[in-house]
Structure formats: C-alpha cells, structure tokens
C-alpha cells in the first residue's frame, strides 16, 4: 500500500518516472513535514536526517531522491511555475544548483546560516555546500598488486598506451546524462592541458560512460573495470572502508573539490524548519555525523581531514583544487559551449 501511495503521489506532483520517494515518519506526534528533493542517495543522508528527527521528534520527512539531471529540470519547471516540489533542495550538480539560484529559485537566508563556511563554500546566502568531495581515481587492486598504480593523470595517460590491456575496461560517468559528471568534465578542461590527451587515450580504449557512481565502484571491485576516473570521492572512501578489491587514487597533479550544495526553494511550504534543518546540517553535530557514517567530509577542516583518510603528503595536499560556487559555474551550463563540449566529448570518445 505504501509503494502505491508514492507512485500516486509522484504522479499527482508530476516528479520525474525515475524518482525515489520515501516517508521517513515522525519518532514522535507528527505536526510537521519536511520535504527534500535531492541527488545523495538515502542511505547516506539517512543518518543526518534520524538525528534531526531526534531533537525533533515532531517532524516527518519526505525524501525524495533523483538522479541530478532530473532533479534540476523538476526543480526548474517547478520554480517557473511557481508551484511546490519540495522544501530543501540538496544535489552534488552544483553548477545547476547556482543556477537555479541565479535564477530566483531560492530563499535569501540571514547571515547566520553558514557564517562559518569557507567562502568558496557557499553564494549569496542562498546556497550552502555542506561537503568536501573530491575527484578521485578507483582502480583494481587485484589487477594492479604487481603493477605501479597511476598517481597522476599523467601517468594515467601513459598506461593507457599499453596496447589493449585496458580496451574496454575503464570507466567514467556519462557527461550527458549525469550533471556531476558534467561538472567535473568541465572543470578537467579548464583546469588542465593535460585534457585532450587524456580523453582522446579515453576514446582510444573504449572507454565505458555509466550514470552513476556506484555502478563504476562495482564494476572496479570485481574486475570487469580496471579504473575509474573522476568518480566522486565520497562513495569511494566510504566503498574501500569494507571492499578491499577497491583502491582509491587522490591524483597528485590537481584534485578537484566539489561541495555537495543545498538550498531552501523559494516556494517552501516549510521555510522555517527547513531553515533549522539547512542550520542542523551545517552544525558541528551535523557535520561530524555526515564524516563518521558516510566519509562526507566538511568544508571546513577538510583538506586535512582527508590528507588523514588517504595519507596525502603536503604536496598533495597542496594540489587539492575547490570548485568555488560563484558565476564562472554558469559557464558550462551555456547552451551554445555545452553543446560544443558535447560534440568535442563525443568526437573524441567516438561515441
């Protein structure tokens, strides 16, 4: 009964087919509902949630949880329409996220929320990043016990050229249909010359394009993939904490830093409590629980939270890189450069 009350409500609110919808009730008397729209899987943002609802046991929350493309264009018919989707919006799509702030989505808060954050870490007092992610490579331990493992994209590119050892057997995210791919893509040929070389050794052995994080994790671990590249470092290091097929590599050239970002729709139902909730988040409670279950680093303090993890030395350390949320994200999101770097990824990967 409870799966086809979801699906009857996600057809009356016209969520997308794909969406995820669950009802995490009130430990107490319910009064309140919370509703939060977001890309982070449930079980991660499953523990933040339980310890809000401890303090406030008079709150039920509905999760619902879509892939990042699909949270943004709901998102964005909703804020056009002016009609309520959801109360908090939460996605690691940051480039999307400033924009749907850039375009009168969100709520303004008080300067209290998020005083404490790094300013990279947060934009005009609508939107918050609550995390310290980075893009990683994950690699085979079992193919790679008698080789040198890759620390660099550099060195990526040079095993590459080893025949057809790795034809068909390295993975990425699918920069079309998956908005955090798309992010970290971008940002990879901003950032470095070392770009087209790499993607065009990608093209060359066959490289696979997956939607989702977990599905290169698992691939890597049994051995169907050897690498994965820029997946996001929180799904890995909380994988290689219990599969020991897994290793994670912190690229020592640069490594590019994603704050997971949220903010409070401009047609909350629940503006307060969200607000409390976005506060929560953010906390030192908050933040030390979204690091102990689930290796979502903070903002605040995570470089050096994450050089413990991996044991990066201060060079390393040195070359992490954060993706500030200012305007220069809204870049990539032109139609017109989006559709050429699109052209240029397919060209190059003959996909």
């Known amino acids: 009964m409870r799966i086809a009350l979801a699906i009857l409500i996600l057809a009356i609110f016209g969520a997308p087919a794909g969406a995820t919808e669950t009802d995490l009730a009130a430990p107490g008397t319910e009064t309140k509902r919370l509703v939060i729209e977001s890309s982070t899987d449930l079980s991660i943002f499953a523990p933040i949630v339980a310890a809000f609802q401890k303090l406030r046991p008079d709150i039920a929350v509905t999760y619902r949880e879509l892939t990042t493309n699909e949270l943004n ?14 109360d908090l919006v ?16 969100a709520l303004r808060m008080d300067g209290e929320v998020g005083a404490a954050l790094p300013d990279w870490a947060k934009w005009r007092n609508e939107l918050f990043g609550f995390t310290f ?32 050892t790795f034809r068909g057997r390295i993975g990425t995210y699918d920069i079309e249909t998956s908005g955090v791919g798309y992010l ?13 070389r790499l993607v065009e050794s990608l093209g060359r052995n066959d490289m696979q394009l997956f939607c989702c994080t977990a599905d290169i994790l698992d691939r890597v671990a049994d051995g169907r993939l050897l690498v994965g590249y820029n997946v996001l470092g929180s799904y890995a290091l909380e994988r290689i904490a219990s599969d020991k097929r897994l290793g994670v590599i912190v690229p020592s050239d640069y490594t590019l830093i994603m704050a997971r970002a949220g903010f409070i729709s401009r047609n909350a139902r629940q503006t307060a409590l969200a607000r409390d909730f ?74």
């Not at 939460?90 to 989505?105: A, F």
């Not at 490579?137 to 620390?151: G, K, L, T």
């Not at 970290?184 to 087209?196: I, K, L, M």
Request: with cysteine; hydrophobic share 40%; charged share 25%.
């Open 184 to 196: 970290f893509a971008f940002e990879d040929a901003v950032q470095a010359s070392t770009w087209g």
């Open 73 to 86: 264009g709901h998102v964005a018919r909703a804020c056009n329409g002016g009609t309520f989707v959801a």
């Open 90 to 105: 939460v996605s690691s799509s940051i480039d999307q996220q400033l924009k749907l702030v850039n375009d009168g989505c």
């Open 133 to 164: 992610e980075p893009a990683v490579m994950v690699y085979n331990r079992a193919f790679f016990a008698s080789r040198e493992v890759p620390q660099s994209r550099f060195d990526l590119i040079d095993i590459l050229r080893e025949g057809d």
């Open 278 to 351: 976005l506060v929560f988040l953010l906390s030192e409670q908050g933040r030390k629980i979204l690091a102990s279950k689930s290796q979502l680093l903070s903002p605040n303090g995570g470089s050096e939270e994450l050089a413990k993890l991996v044991g990066l030395d201060s060079r390393s350390e040195q070359a992490l890189r954060p993706i500030p949320l200012t305007p220069a994200l809204l870049v990539g999101l032109d139609s017109r450069k989006r559709r050429i770097f699109l052209r240029q990824w397919r060209a190059a990967l003959q996909k």
